[in-house]
């Protein structure tokens, strides 16, 4: 599949069965919590997230659980380990960086360094109504950090989060915690979140990526090259997006960081 990051050509290995897509609108028959707002066009925008004092308490604190599940995997990191440093200790363990991902994967909003209502009031200003990290289908009140290594496959295919079941109705946010920048942040395709399925053709089932099976399905073709872009929020903001946009396939092309962030997902209060 043919596709560019910020303009540099990129090449995707996609594997599984797929076709191309209906000819539907998924967001037409959605709640749109993006509608109204000055970015709802583009899907996303880049804007300050919490005052100073409680960022740095939501990095460091980040960062302090990422370190915890570094020792739980049996690797003793010192309280002051810079985190952009994962891959130097994890190096190609794969075992140990599974178990890693095991416990970052998902955690109860409880373990946020800062209050989850102070995420709630920001991402409900942004959209311009009340908002809660309450997914109303199960119950589920979580976030997630993800690890990306530089040169390895530990990215989510290109996708919208929406083709996996109960992450309709809701944004997304990427927050900066370690390694993220022009070379590592997320990418994601502006204006996408109106495509029709039939612009796209994707995997019936969870991808296989560079080798790497994944529960979501992935893009693996499209009429058009596919023209990516890395909005790179700064240390102090937050990325906040629309579940219905084509993104991920963010290779981390940092020549010697490991791009740790913080993701998680607001409904309609």
């Known amino acids: 599949m043919k596709a560019s990051v910020n303009q540099r050509l990129v090449t995707y290995q996609i594997?599984?069965?797929?076709?191309?897509?209906?000819?539907?609108?998924?967001?037409?028959?959605?709640?749109?919590?993006?509608?109204?707002?000055?970015?709802a066009d583009a899907g996303y925008v880049v804007a300050p997230f919490l005052g100073p004092t409680e960022q740095q308490q939501l990095q460091e604190g980040l960062a302090e659980l990422v370190r915890e599940a570094l020792r739980a995997a049996g690797l003793p990191v010192a309280p002051d380990f810079p985190v952009s440093d994962y891959h130097r200790v994890i190096g190609d363990d794969q075992v140990r960086h599974l178990a890693v991902v095991n416990t970052t994967k998902e955690y109860l909003v409880d373990r946020l360094p800062v209050p989850a209502s102070l995420l709630e009031t920001r991402i409900g200003e942004l959209c311009g109504r009340p908002v809660q990290a309450h997914n109303p289908f199960d119950d589920a009140r979580i976030?997630?950090?993800?690890?990306?290594?530089?040169?390895?496959?530990?990215?989510?295919?290109?996708?919208?989060?929406?083709w996996l079941p109960d992450y309709d109705n809701c944004v997304n946010i990427y927050v900066p915690v370690a390694g993220s920048t022009a070379d590592s942040s997320l990418c994601?395709?502006?204006?996408?979140?109106?495509?029709?399925?039939?612009?796209?053709?994707?995997?019936?089932?969870?991808?296989?990526?560079?080798?790497?099976?994944?529960?979501?399905?992935?893009?693996?073709?499209?009429?058009?090259?596919?023209?990516?872009?890395?909005?790179?929020p700064g240390p102090g903001e937050v990325l906040l997006f629309s579940p219905y946009l084509l993104h991920g396939g963010a290779v981390n092309l940092n020549p010697d960081a490991t791009r740790i962030s913080l993701e998680m997902r607001f409904w309609q209060a």
């Open 143 to 162: 976030f997630h950090l993800r690890i990306v290594r530089p040169g390895r496959s530990d990215n989510n295919p290109l996708h919208r989060d929406v």
């Open 188 to 232: 994601l395709i502006p204006g996408s979140h109106w495509w029709p399925e039939s612009q796209t053709e994707r995997t019936h089932g969870g991808a296989v990526y560079n080798g790497i099976t994944y529960t979501v399905p992935g893009v693996k073709g499209a009429p058009q090259p596919l023209q990516l872009i890395r909005p790179n």
């Open 15 to 39: 594997e599984g069965e797929s076709n191309p897509g209906e000819n539907r609108v998924l967001l037409a028959t959605s709640v749109d919590l993006t509608a109204g707002t000055p970015w």
